[in-house]
């Protein structure tokens, strides 16, 4: 089972961006990125496919971030710009059990990093 490490969070002010690492200890099919607030659910944000042509956003981020890979360095980034408040959270990335972009449930996702802080204050 793959090993996925995200780095990148931190405390930032609305307005700001950051971008989110996700580094896999070997080569990786799909993948996608998820946040998770305090009290709330873990939600989806973002997927890709294994060849990073095709993507798919939550409406709420839709504009305001990017997801993309590099394979040739088995890492998966997450761009986030235009920070809000509501943005805050616990971000992981998982790893999909196929080539095609995956679904939106983390049932579609097979391995999974420790998660990274994003903390978008006012």
């Known amino acids: 089972q793959v090993q996925l490490v995200e780095s990148g969070g931190g405390l930032v002010q609305a307005g700001d961006s950051l971008r989110l690492s996700c580094a896999a200890s070997g080569r990786t099919l799909s993948m996608g990125w998820f946040r998770q607030a305090p009290g709330k659910e873990r939600e989806f944000v973002a997927a890709i496919n294994w060849i990073g042509g095709s993507t798919d956003y939550a409406d709420s981020v839709k504009g305001r971030f990017t997801i993309s890979r590099d394979n040739a360095k088995n890492t998966v980034f997450l761009q986030m710009n235009s920070l809000k408040p509501e943005d805050t959270a616990v971000y992981y990335c998982?790893?999909?059990?196929?080539?095609?972009?995956?679904?939106?449930?983390?049932?579609?996702?097979?391995?999974w990093g420790q998660g990274t802080q994003v903390t978008v204050s006012s």
């Open positions: 998982a790893a999909g059990r196929g080539f095609g972009v995956p679904g939106m449930r983390p049932a579609d996702f097979g391995s």
